[in-house]
Every structure is written in C-alpha cells, then in structure tokens.
C-alpha cells in the first residue's frame, strides 16, 4: 500500500514535496498442530487431530497433508482432512506422523506438526467358564477355552490355581 501527504500551511502555502509511506502488508504463515502424543491398543482405530492448527491472519480455509515418518506403514482414512483415521497395528509399535498446513494463499506453515502414536499390547482376557454344582466325588473339568487375547497373540499359557476349599488335585493346571 502507498500513501502520500500534502501539507498546506494557514496561509495556503503547500509542502515543495508531498511525504510518501509505502505499508507492506505480509501473509502470516500458519500454525501446524498435529495435537498430543496418543498411547493406543493394538487393533483399535486411532484418530489424528490438527484441530489445533490456525492462521494468525485469518486465511481460512487451511489445507491438511498428514505423512507418515515411522513405524510399520498404515492406510489414513485420509490424509488431507483434519482428522483422519486408521487402524492400530496388531503389535507394539510407535508411530511417527507429521502434519503439514497451508493456508488459502498457499503459504505453509513453517515447521510440520508432529505426533507420536504409541501402540500398546492389550491383556489377554481369562475367561474360567460357567460356576457349576457337582455332587461329591463326581470328576469335574474345568474350562478356560473361551479365554482370548484380542490383539491375537497366540498361543495363551494357562495356569489354574486352587484359591479356596478343601484342597484338590488337578490332572494339569496348565491345560485349558
């Protein structure tokens, strides 16, 4: 922008020379936010959030680029939405993502966001079946086969142990 200024002074006389400002107006890059860290379990769907980032001048809308830098690689529901979306691997991991803004004008942001995502094992799930009633000296079994690990981390090792009651001996506490 350029503006100059006449002066004339209460006699009518002017300034030999208007005085002249030129104002540079600059484009404020935006601010890339790829949100917080995330501990996840395995196999679960995991959300990316730039929701965060902004443009100090206002120009909107912003365009999102999400990479991915490490850990084993995983398909983004997509990667140019503000949040997208994938499914956690199904063993421990850490994965690294940036997030990259530009604004309307098509200036980017100086530095990608960056987010950690860190895949956890989940606990298998013990599963001892049904109470049951049994007359006495009657050969009891005991049933552990609906216990799983849901991220599948097969196979499951077994241990029964007595807790409580007159004491008992089992064929193999190790078995399902």
């Known amino acids: 922008l350029t503006f100059t200024l ?3 002074d209460s006699l009518g006389l002017p300034a030999p020379e208007p005085g002249m400002v030129v104002i540079t107006v600059r484009n404020q890059p935006p601010v890339a936010d790829a949100g917080p860290d995330q501990e996840v379990d395995t196999l679960e ?3 990316l959030d730039g929701s965060g980032s902004y443009d100090p001048d206002e120009d909107y809308p912003l ?3 999400w990479d991915q830098l490490g850990g084993p690689p995983v398909e983004l529901s997509d990667p140019t ?3 997208p ?3 956690a691997p199904g063993d421990p991991t850490v994965l690294t993502f940036t997030l990259t803004v530009t604004d309307s004008l098509g200036l980017p942001a100086p530095e990608p966001g960056m987010v950690v ?3 956890t094992n989940q606990p298998p799930v013990a599963d001892a079946g049904i109470d049951q009633s049994v007359n006495t000296l009657t050969e009891v079994t005991l049933d552990g086969s609906s216990s799983y690990d849901p991220d599948g ?3 499951l090792a077994y241990l029964w142990t007595q807790t409580g009651g007159p004491a008992v001996t089992l064929s193999d506490p190790t078995v399902v």
Do not use: K, Q
Request: without cysteine; glycine residues 0%; aromatic residues 10%.
């Open 6 to 8: 006449t002066v004339t």
């Open 45 to 47: 769907t995991v959300m």
């Open 81 to 83: 939405v503000v949040t």
């Open 63 to 65: 365009h999102f680029r």
């Open 117 to 119: 995502i860190t895949v």
């Open 153 to 155: 981390d097969l196979p």
């Open 85 to 87: 979306t994938f499914t």
